[in-house]
């Protein structure tokens, strides 16, 4: 089975820079919760995709989920280049 640790520190990671700057303006917030859902949503997909493990890869959903990814580092550059680089 797929060690799944790492996704566990990224949202931890994600998580305590949040809680750092929570205090920011308005439009800071949104984007920072459009950039929480898009990250959500890819940890999300990823454990479920590696709950299975890799004897069955089906590489449309490892294709999905790269683009999910790419979404979620897109947002979070938005808000912090460091945070973008967990």
């Given at each position: 089975?797929i060690?799944?640790?790492?996704?566990?520190?990224?949202?931890?990671?994600?998580r305590?820079?949040?809680?750092?700057?929570?205090?920011?303006?308005n439009?800071k917030?949104?984007?920072?919760?459009?950039?929480?859902?898009v990250?959500?949503?890819a940890?999300?997909?990823?454990?479920?995709?590696?709950?299975?493990?890799f004897?069955?890869?089906?590489?449309?959903?490892?294709?999905?989920?790269?683009?999910?990814?790419?979404?979620?580092?897109?947002?979070?550059?938005?808000?912090?280049?460091?945070?973008?680089?967990?």
């Amino acid at each position: 089975m797929i060690e799944l640790n790492p996704l566990v520190s990224i949202s931890k990671e994600v998580r305590a820079w949040f809680e750092t700057n929570k205090n920011v303006e308005n439009q800071k917030k949104n984007e920072m919760k459009l950039a929480i859902k898009v990250l959500s949503k890819a940890i999300l997909e990823t454990k479920s995709y590696v709950r299975n493990g890799f004897e069955n890869r089906i590489p449309e959903r490892e294709n999905e989920l790269r683009e999910l990814w790419n979404n979620a580092h897109i947002e979070l550059r938005q808000i912090d280049a460091n945070l973008s680089r967990i």
